[in-house]
C-alpha cells in the first residue's frame, strides 16, 4: 500500500500536491473541483494590498470623491477583507483538505489584525506573498531583511496557525533568509514565487506583458534552492514551486528535499485532472522504485555535506558550464 501523505509546514497532507494561489482558488466551487481531482492542499487567491489601493484611488478619480482618501483605502479594504474571508468560510465548508489562506502586503501592521480574522474564519494556515523589489541604489540589505522578518514576527503574534513564507528569488543568499525566517518561528518556505515577467514590444516600443505561464524550463533554479536550502536549513518545510508541469518534476522536487509541491500554470494549461494523472504516476513510480511513502526517499538528493549519501552535492552550485563549453567548437 502507497503511503502519499506528507508533513508540510505542520499541516498533514494526503498528498504533496498543493493548488497554488491564482485565479484558479479565488472561487470555492472551482477549489472543489481540485479537491475531486486528487489536491493535496489549496492556496487562496492572494489579497493585495496594492490591489486595494489601486482600486480606493480609482474610486476617489471616478466620483471626484470629497472625503478624504484614508475613509475611502479603509471602505475599500474593509470590503476586500470581508469577501476574503467569505471565501475562506466557504472553501472550508465546500472542502475537507487543508485551505491555506495567502495575504501580499508590506505594510505589516494594517495586516495583523485580518490575519487574525483568517484565523477565525477557519483557515489551516497563511501564506505571506511578499515581494519588495529592491532596486534604490542606497537600499541597505539588512533593511529589507529585516523588513521580512518584522512581517513574519508580528503575524506570528497575532495567530496560533502555521506562517508560510512564500519567496521570490532576488535575494543575494537565500539559505540565509530562509534559516533567519525559520529562526523567527517560520513555518515553511515556498521557493518560489514567478511574478509578472516584463517583456518589449519592438514593433510598438512598449513594456508588454511575458510569458504569464512558466515553462518546464525553469524548473532547474526550483531545485536548485530546494536541493541547497534543505540540506542547509533541514528543519524547514519547502513547498517547491516554479516550473513543475509533469509527475517527475513532483518526484525530483522531493527527492531534492521538498515536502511538498505547488502548482499553477501547468493546472491552467492542463486543467484539474493532471492531478489525478500525476499522482498515478507518482504511485506506478513509488511501486517499481519499492518505496511505500515519501520519507523513504524525500531529500535523497539535497544538498549535505555528508558525501557518502549524495554523490556530488556540489553540483547544485555549479554555475559554469566549463566542460559543456570547452568540447563545443
Ligand atoms: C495567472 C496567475 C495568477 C497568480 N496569482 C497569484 C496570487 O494571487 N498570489 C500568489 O502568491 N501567487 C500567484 N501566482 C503565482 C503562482 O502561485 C505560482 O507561484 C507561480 O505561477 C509559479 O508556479 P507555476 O510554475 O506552477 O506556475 C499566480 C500565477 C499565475 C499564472
Redesign the pocket.
Known amino acids: 500500500m502507497i503511503d502519499l501523505r506528507t508533513k508540510y509546514a505542520g499541516l498533514t497532507l494526503r498528498n504533496p500536491i498543493i493548488v ?4 484558479l482558488t479565488a472561487h470555492a466551487d472551482k477549489i472543489k473541483d481540485f479537491e475531486k481531482a486528487g489536491a493535496g492542499a489549496i ?1 487562496l ?2 489579497l ?1 494590498e496594492e490591489q486595494i489601493g489601486m482600486q480606493s484611488a480609482s474610486m476617489i478619480k471616478e466620483s471626484d470623491w470629497p472625503g478624504s482618501s484614508d475613509y475611502v483605502y479603509e471602505y475599500v479594504k474593509a470590503e476586500q477583507v470581508n469577501k476574503y474571508l467569505e471565501l475562506i468560510q466557504k472553501a472550508k465548508a465546500e472542502c475537507s483538505i487543508p485551505i491555506i489562506a ?1 495575504i ?1 502586503c508590506y505594510k505589516v501592521d494594517a495586516w495583523i489584525d485580518f490575519a487574525h480574522q483568517i484565523e477565525l474564519a477557519g483557515a489551516d494556515a497563511i ?1 505571506l ?1 511578499v515581494f519588495y523589489l529592491a532596486t534604490d541604489l542606497m537600499y541597505d540589505y539588512d533593511a529589507y531583511r529585516t523588513m521580512y522578518v518584522n512581517l513574519l514576527s508580528k503575524i506570528k503574534k497575532a495567530v496560533s496557525i502555521p506562517v508560510i513564507m ?1 519567496l521570490g528569488k532576488s535575494f543575494s543568499n537565500i539559505p540565509s533568509i530562509v534559516n533567519i525566517l525559520k529562526k523567527n518561528g517560520c513555518d515553511g518556505v ?1 521557493l518560489f ?2 511574478f509578472y515577467q516584463p517583456d518589449i514590444n519592438i514593433n510598438t516600443m512598449q513594456i508588454v506583458s511575458g510569458n ?3 515553462s518546464h524550463t ?1 524548473l532547474s533554479d526550483t531545485l536548485r534552492w530546494t536541493a541547497i536550502v534543505s540540506g542547509k536549513v533541514p528543519d524547514i518545510s519547502i513547498a517547491a ?4 508541469h509533469e509527475w517527475e518534476d513532483v518526484i525530483k522536487c522531493l527527492l531534492a528535499g521538498a515536502s511538498a509541491v ?5 493546472l ?1 494549461t492542463s486543467g484539474a485532472e493532471i492531478i489525478t494523472q500525476m499522482l498515478t504516476c507518482i504511485e506506478e513510480w513509488m511501486n517499481q522504485t519499492h518505496y511505500n511513502s515519501l520519507t523513504q526517499f524525500r531529500g535523497k538528493l539535497s544538498y549535505t555535506n555528508d558525501y557518502s549519501k549524495i554523490h556530488n552535492p556540489s553540483m547544485y552550485e555549479r554555475a559554469q558550464f566549463m566542460k559543456y563549453f570547452s568540447n563545443r567548437d
Open positions: 497554488g494561489s491564482s485565479g492556496v487567491k492572494s493585495f495567502s501580499n501564506e506573498n512564500k515556498v514565487n514567478r504569464v505561464f512558466s525553469e514551486s516554479t516550473g513543475i505547488q502548482m499553477a500554470s501547468a491552467y
